[in-house]
């Protein structure tokens, strides 16, 4: 569980926390780049998977820093 006691967060939020439109975190969905829980029509997706999925684009990040080294 985070600070605020929420476990997970919508789609809206999920592209405010990693600076991107709305649109893109949709067909991150869709494509099943970002997992999300669907409750009725609501897609929510757990905070765990955005953290990992911002800590793999700065290991990649990383490494291509080392490599044009």
Partial sequence: MTE???LT???KEAARLLGVCRAVVDAAIHAGEIPCVKLGRTH???K???YRL???GN???NSEC???R
Avoid: L
Wanted: proline share 5%; charged share 20%; glycine share 4%.
């Fill in 4 to 6: 605020d006691g929420t």
């Fill in 66 to 68: 080392i490599r044009q």
């Fill in 54 to 56: 911002v800590e793999i």
């Fill in 44 to 46: 929510r997706i757990p």
């Fill in 48 to 50: 765990a998977a955005i």
């Fill in 59 to 61: 290991t990649t990040a």
């Fill in 9 to 11: 967060v919508s789609v």
